[in-house]
């Protein structure tokens, strides 16, 4: 992901995150990167989760590569690079490390939609300003 700027969070991982061995199951990555992608707007762009925003982002493709297991009770950092990439979409990548090992890696693009059809539409230009901005 190159020298591009990022945020970056620091999530420790819980019980409801792993599976009965304590490892965090595949889905626990999900959480971080939502989570991660939702402080992020909150900080730099607008609460644009919140349900009383005039458009809705939804989550239209997600991937996750997994490179080593990570354990209840560890810190990770949860890196995030957005980017525009329409005037529709944003697309989020992550990484999850512990101190300097990669733990998983992967992305989620979001379309903005109108809440009234469900269709896509073009994001507000406010959110496409401080997204370019960022």
């Given at each position: 992901m190159g020298k591009e700027k990022r945020f970056s969070?620091?999530?420790?991982?819980k019980i409801y995150d792993t599976d009965a061995q304590g490892v965090v199951h595949y889905a626990g990555y999900y959480r971080f990167f939502t989570d991660t992608a939702e402080i992020f707007a909150e900080k730099?762009?607008?609460?644009?989760?919140?349900?009383?925003?005039?458009v809705w982002f939804v989550v239209v493709e997600s991937k996750?590569?997994?490179?080593?297991p990570s354990?209840?009770?560890?810190?990770?950092r949860?890196?995030?690079?957005?980017k525009l990439i329409s005037d529709k979409a944003i697309?989020?990548?992550?990484?999850?490390s512990r101190g300097r090992v990669r733990i998983c890696d992967?992305?989620?693009i979001q379309v903005c939609i109108s809440k009234k059809t469900w269709k896509a539409v073009t994001i507000p230009n406010e959110i496409?300003?401080?997204m370019k901005d960022w």
């Open positions: 969070i620091v999530e420790r991982v730099f762009i607008g609460n644009y989760y919140s349900t009383d925003y005039p996750a590569s997994y490179h080593k354990y209840i009770g560890d810190k990770l949860v890196e995030i690079l957005p697309r989020f990548n992550f990484i999850i992967g992305y989620i496409k300003k401080k």
